[in-house]
C-alpha cells in the first residue's frame, strides 16, 4: 500500500487537492454541466473547473504565504510575476484536471450509449 509510505503532511495535501479538484468539477458539473457529460457540455465543464482550481490555487497560496506565512517558496521556485504564484501550483491546476478530464471524455466517447431509465 503507498498511503503509509506518504509523510502525513504530503498525505494531507494530496487529501487537499483531490477534495479541491472533486469541489471544482461539482461545481461545474452543476453550473454548465449536460446529463450527457463527459459527452456533451465537456469544453464548458473542463473550462469552469480548471478556471475555479486556478483561481483557488492562486487565493490559497497568496493567503498560506503572505497574510498566514506558514510557509514560503524555495528560491528555487519559478513566481509568476504580478499573482506571485508558484508555476509548479498553476502548472498542476492546468495539467492534471486537463488530462483527467480528457481521458474522461475520450472513455465515454468509445463507450456505447446506455439509454435513461424511463
Not at 503532511?9 to 458539473?29: E, N, P, Q, S, Y
Not at 464548458?44 to 492562486?58: E, F, K, N, P, Q
Not at 509568476?80 to 498542476?92: A, K, R, S
Amino acid at each position: 500500500p503507498i498511503l503509509p509510505l506518504l509523510p502525513p503532511r504530503r498525505l494531507h495535501c494530496t487529501g487537499g487537492d483531490v477534495l479541491i479538484a472533486l469541489t471544482c468539477l461539482a461545481i461545474a458539473l452543476i453550473t454548465v454541466g449536460h446529463r450527457n457529460w463527459p459527452r456533451r457540455a465537456f469544453r464548458s465543464v473542463a473550462a469552469v473547473t480548471v478556471v475555479l482550481g486556478v483561481g483557488y490555487t492562486i487565493f490559497s497560496e497568496w493567503l498560506n504565504i503572505v497574510v498566514r506565512q506558514s510557509w514560503a517558496y524555495s528560491e528555487r521556485m519559478p513566481v509568476v510575476p504580478v499573482i506571485d504564484t508558484g508555476v509548479t501550483p498553476l502548472l498542476q491546476w492546468l495539467v492534471v484536471p486537463l488530462v483527467a478530464l480528457w481521458l474522461a471524455h475520450r472513455t465515454a466517447q468509445r463507450d456505447p450509449v446506455i439509454p435513461a431509465a424511463s
